[in-house]
Structure formats: C-alpha cells, structure tokens
C-alpha cells in the first residue's frame, strides 16, 4: 500500500519546517514540500532526507493546484512578505484542495483581533485576512482543522530584533517583547518544538471518526503555556546572571503590528481554558517547558 502524500507549504520556513521533521520521523508519509526557491539550502538539505521538494507561490492558485495532486492532507500556511493578502493565499490552498478532493486541510490560522479585544483593534488586518479563511473553508465544505496559533516563542530568536545585548548597556539582553508589560501572559508556543508534532497527531488521528468530529467541530487552540516577558527573563537569569530587558518598537514600524503588540501588552491574547488544551495532551502531544526552549534556544546566543 502506497504511503499517504502530506503536503507542506513553506516546507523551509519555521512552521512547514516544523511539521516536516514531525513527519520525517514517524516515516509513514511521503512528502512533498513547497517552497518558492528549490535551490536553496533548506530545499536541498529536505530533499537529501528524502521530502520531495517543489517549487510553488501561495499567491499562485494553478501552480497550486498541480502541487496537491495526490494529497491525502495539506498543510496550509501564508507567506510574508508577499504580493497577495494572508486570504487570498489561504483560499488559493482552500481552492486547491477542492479541485483535488483533499481529504484534510490543516488551517494554520489565528483568533480575530477585534473579536479577542472586544473591538478594541481593528486594524491587525493580517489576523481578520486568516479567520476570513476560516470561514471560507466553512463555507465551501472543505474538510479540515483549522489551528489557532498562540505566540511564537521562536520569535525572539528568528526576528531581525530578536534576543540580543543592549546597544546601550552591554552587560544587559534585550527581549523583543515590543510594548507588552513586563508581567503581562499571552498563550505561546514553540513551534521548532512541539508545533510539527500537533500536526503529525492531526494527521494521524484523522480517519477516526470520534476523533475527526471533535478536531473539526471548532479552531483548536495551540499554545503548551501563558508566559510573560518576566517568566522568559527569569528562566534566562536562572542559567546565567544578566540582566534581561524588553524592547521598544523600531523606528517606522508598521502600524497593523503596533496595534497587534498593543493587543498582546492589553492581555487579550489569552486562550481560555487550559494551556495547552486538554484536546492535545489527550492526542499524545508531548510539550516542552519554557525552561526547554530557553536552554535550547537563547542561551546558545550568550555564548
């Protein structure tokens, strides 16, 4: 029996990245990963593990529609920077999957900003362009999950001001917490980490029924912890003795992200319930620590 075809799209980046190890390990699947450059070090690094690596624009519905040929799941995920908007991409995929009969999309989306702040914000468009996907899948009946992304810890690593010493002070580090409370928790995760493996277990509980109503029935939310700038700079001090500050917004920053880090620094990006949710653990997600992510992660920087 042919092993089952899992698409990823931005096979190279962090989250596709992610779910593309998860895969490769269980070594069930065939894989298909999408990137726009096939020539680049990734790419080549992906196709030597043995992941069929193909040239495809989100932003090109065609091309995409050649690209999920045989798929028995599709993970989706927008690109940025990029010439169409976060909904255009993600319906270019919903369109692919339909025109190939996908059994299963899995949706990386987000919550509603204005939904989350009570209509507090609403100009974070690139979180409204997902959750419009969202009901776009609804609403041409495309099986899927859709996940809610919590914040990416990963971001204070891979952002171009992430996690670094002070240009004023040097014997001080800099946390890219923009405008967001020392003290203040939103829902995180770390997508190197545990996101590839959420998806793996999607996957791989699919064709059981009980199982494929409850992950179908309603966005699931993906965060492993709530954890606020302080809890990240105490787990750093705990394994080295600096002092750990956060960031202010650089210069002509847009002003969609301001009011995106306006709403994390409100509170209001704070999944309810446990985190993570009982739905995960129970499918055998296995999570790290914060402590896990900053011993692996961070303190590699300070050497």
């Known amino acids: 029996m042919a092993a089952k075809l899992i698409v990823i799209t931005g096979a190279t980046g962090t989250q596709g990245g992610a779910v ?9 699947y065939a894989i298909r990963g999408l990137t726009r450059n096939t020539d680049s070090v990734s790419s080549k690094e992906l196709r030597s593990k043995g992941v069929e690596m193909v040239a495809a624009d989100v932003t090109d519905k065609e091309i995409l529609v050649s690209a999920f040929k045989g798929a028995y799941a599709v993970f989706g995920n927008t690109v940025f920077p990029s010439s169409a908007t976060a909904e255009t991409q993600g319906r270019n995929m919903v369109d692919a999957c339909k025109a190939n009969n996908v059994p299963l999309f899995v ?19 690139h979180w409204e362009e997902k959750v419009a996907v969202n009901e ?43 405008l967001v409370p020392h003290n203040v928790k939103m829902s995180s995760i770390w997508i190197e980490g545990d996101f ?17 109503k409850r992950m179908e029935e309603k966005p699931i939310p993906v965060a492993s912890a709530r954890i606020s700038p302080d809890d990240v700079a105490e787990s750093i001090k705990r394994r080295r003795d600096v002092e750990v500050v956060t960031s202010g917004a650089p210069p002509g920053f847009p002003q969609h992200l301001i009011s995106m880090f306006k709403l994390f620094g409100d509170g209001f990006y704070d999944f309810p319930g446990p985190n993570p949710p009982d739905m995960l653990v129970e499918l055998g997600v296995k999570f790290h620590t914060l402590d896990d992510f900053v011993k692996e ?5 300070m050497q």
């Not at 990386?108 to 974070?124: D, H, L, R």
């Not at 690593?157 to 890219?176: A, N």
């Not at 998806?199 to 029924?209: K, T």
């Open 136 to 178: 776009y899948i609804a609403s041409v009946s495309q099986p899927a999950v859709i996940l809610q992304m919590g914040g990416f810890l990963d971001n204070l690593v891979t952002q171009r001001f992430g996690f670094r010493r002070s240009e004023s002070d040097p014997s001080k580090w800099t946390l890219p917490y923009i």
């Open 107 to 125: 949706w990386s989306s987000i919550p509603s900003a204005i939904e989350a702040s009570k209509g507090k914000y609403t100009e974070v468009h």
């Open 196 to 212: 590839g493996e959420i998806v793996a277990e999607v996957v791989g509980h699919w064709e059981d029924d009980t199982w494929r």
């Open 20 to 28: 593309v190890s998860a895969l490769l390990k269980r070594g069930s």
């Open 297 to 301: 992660k961070l303190v590699p920087l």
